[in-house]
């Protein structure tokens, strides 16, 4: 097996880096800049989601819980207490780690489709509570102004400069999830995603695992949540229900499960694709639906797998051209 | 604070008859297939919708139903054949993802066909309520029972006494062995489709007159027939018809006497608590890993 350099993970994800932050300069205008920072966002829901599907083997289809969590979390504080936003931000954060602390003990000892519906139905309640508890959160309106960001004076108050914040988010994201796989908690991770009998009989603590990466795992949501909140400064109940959290892990599998670039690309792939589709009007909703299945059918082990395939055909392709 | 019950109790029943009825259909796919499959809560809006389309066309409304069970079980078995087939060996996610997809695919069609409106079924025989121990019983109500427990019966009588049905349980104990006595696996795959996508339709049609229907009404319909069958121990059939009518009726007290609004998140929270206490269900047998 090929032995990786220590740091090329940094080295990959400071190139990407570099990508993210150019980006702006060849897109024609604004509007696609917003979706750009969209996109980042989702991309942090979806690499953390996959550092518990993807890598841990541990199915959530109640991200978006997390998402809302952060997101009301920051609003309501820095609002209607008045808050400074780091404050808020912290509490956003830590509110869905917590939540996730909490749930997660009694929740991940089911395996399956068990565990489908558990975190499922925590995300319809959840989900139903940002619905219905109208004195907090505003109800199904939604919860309008939350500042824009602004940190120790400076304020992001032009799309560019929060794309920039977002871009550098997410490479650090990037940059701790391929770390953390590397590290020994990761490979534990990826043993009891085999066999947690195997694993736990080589002195893995499943349980401690399985709650520690379920809470790395919503507090990366809750971050992209708070984001969210301070970006577009007005939140709905919408953007945090049960089709959310389906998304997220269509953009993970479609980027290919166990992959954190292409969970990456994934996300970056789904925001961009409905944009990409308003031409067709109506019918947008069905070419979604039918790429979706497409993909599925034709790329099943993800982008990631996908363009790992095509570029080994081509390297191949190209060797024998040479010879 | 007990005024209400019985009205409570016939409106839940009615409502879990059809949540159990979806849960069965979760139930059959998953038990040929292992695939969660997540169109279940379309084909039940195909049922509503395609009853009132057909209503529409000039067919008598028995007829109509018909017609609308048995497209939406024709939808079900193109949808195993051309989806769901080609994917063998590939892991059980990308089924279920699969199976998303085609439930948009489905929805956007719904929508662009019969447009966005709320839509309503006739009732089968008139709306004057009956009368009894203090409830206010709708016919339409003893249709979806009654309908229901012909079903059941129906599916008793095909698991237990026709070679199909049989062959379809094998399937669910043991697919390899049920292929190497002979059993198409594919084909029973393809059964059990049509089949789910016949029992959903039949909820869709027969809840139409009491709750109206329209292209979106499948996902909330769906996940809780998902509850239920998760209720009642995924695999077992006659136990997701039980956890939908204890979600319906627990779901129908909780929105009368809690909070109505809170509806939707009471049957969860059950569902929840009931997980952590027993991980396999009310009637699930729990499970012996294999190491």
């Given amino acids: 097996m090929k032995r990786f350099l220590p740091g090329q993970h940094a080295a990959r994800s400071a190139l990407f880096l570099a990508l993210l932050l150019a980006a702006p300069y060849a897109l024609p205008n604004e509007y696609y800049l917003s979706i750009c920072i969209l996109a980042c966002l989702n991309a942090v829901v979806a690499v953390g989601l996959n550092l518990l599907m993807g890598y841990a083997g541990q199915i959530s289809l109640g991200h978006a819980a997390f998402y809302g969590i952060g997101a009301y979390a920051t609003a309501i504080c820095t609002t209607r207490l008045g808050l400074p936003i780091p404050v808020g931000m912290a509490a956003g954060v830590s509110l869905a780690a917590v939540v996730a602390w909490i749930v997660a003990a009694p929740t991940l000892k089911l395996k399956g489709h068990y565990l489908a519906m558990a975190t499922l139905g925590f995300g319809i309640i959840v989900s139903i509570v940002f619905n219905e508890a109208v004195d907090l959160t505003g109800g199904p309106s939604g919860y309008v102004g939350i500042p824009r960001l602004a940190l120790s004076g400076y304020a992001f108050d032009t799309d560019h400069a929060y794309y920039n914040l977002m871009a550098v988010v997410l490479a650090l994201v990037v940059l701790g999830s391929l770390n953390l796989m590397k590290s020994r908690t990761g490979r534990a991770l990826r043993a009891l995603h085999v066999s947690e009998k195997a694993a736990a009989s080589l002195g893995v603590d499943i349980a401690a695992h399985k709650r520690f990466v379920f809470v790395l795992s919503a507090a990366l949501a809750g971050l992209a949540g708070v984001l969210y909140a301070h970006y577009l400064s007005f939140i709905a109940p919408a953007s945090f229900g049960f089709a959310y959290s389906v998304q997220v892990v269509v953009m993970v599998v479609l980027g290919g499960m166990a992959s954190v670039w292409g969970s990456v690309a994934g996300a970056f792939f789904l925001t961009a694709l409905p944009e990409a589709l308003r031409e067709f009007e109506d019918i947008d909703i069905l070419v979604y639906g039918a790429i979706l299945v497409g993909a599925i059918m034709f790329v099943p082990d993800g982008l990631a797998g996908g363009l790992g395939r095509l570029a080994r055909k081509l390297r191949r392709a190209g060797a024998a051209h040479g010879n | ?291």
């Fill in chain 2, 1 to 291: 604070m007990l005024s209400g019950a019985p009205q409570y109790l016939v409106s839940g029943l009615t409502q879990g008859a059809a949540y159990g009825l979806i849960g069965l259909g979760f139930t059959m796919i998953f038990n040929t297939t292992g695939i969660i499959n997540f169109a279940q809560g379309e084909f039940v809006m195909l049922g509503g919708m395609l009853a009132v389309a057909f209503l529409g066309l000039g067919l008598p409304l028995p007829l109509a139903v018909a017609a609308a069970c048995l497209a939406t079980a024709v939808v079900g078995a193109l949808m195993e054949r051309l989806a769901i087939r080609p994917l063998a060996g590939a892991p059980a996610i990308n089924a279920v993802i699969i199976t998303i997809g085609i439930s948009i695919l489905l929805r956007g069609g719904a929508m662009l066909v019969f447009g966005k409106d709320t839509l309503a079924l006739p009732a089968f025989s008139g709306v004057a309520p009956i009368l009894a121990m203090g409830a206010a019983i709708q016919p339409q109500s003893i249709w979806v029972l009654a309908v229901t427990l012909a079903l059941l019966a129906a599916l008793k009588l095909f698991f237990s006494a026709t070679i199909q049905g049989k062959a379809m349980l094998a399937c669910s104990c043991q697919k390899k062995a049920a292929s190497l006595v002979g059993i198409s696996v594919a084909r029973m795959a393809l059964l059990s489709f049509s089949l789910s996508g016949l029992i959903g339709a039949v909820a869709g049609a027969i809840l139409a007159p009491i709750t109206m229907t329209a292209y979106d009404v499948g996902t909330m319909l769906g996940l809780k027939g998902f509850a239920a069958c998760i209720l009642g121990g995924l695999g077992n059939p006659f136990g997701a018809a039980a956890g939908g009518l204890v979600l319906g009726v627990l779901e129908s007290f909780g929105a009368g006497y809690v909070a109505s609004g809170y509806k939707d998140a009471f049957a969860f929270v059950v569902l929840l608590l009931l997980l952590f206490v027993k991980p396999s269900g009310l009637f699930g047998k729990a499970g012996v890993e294999r190491v």
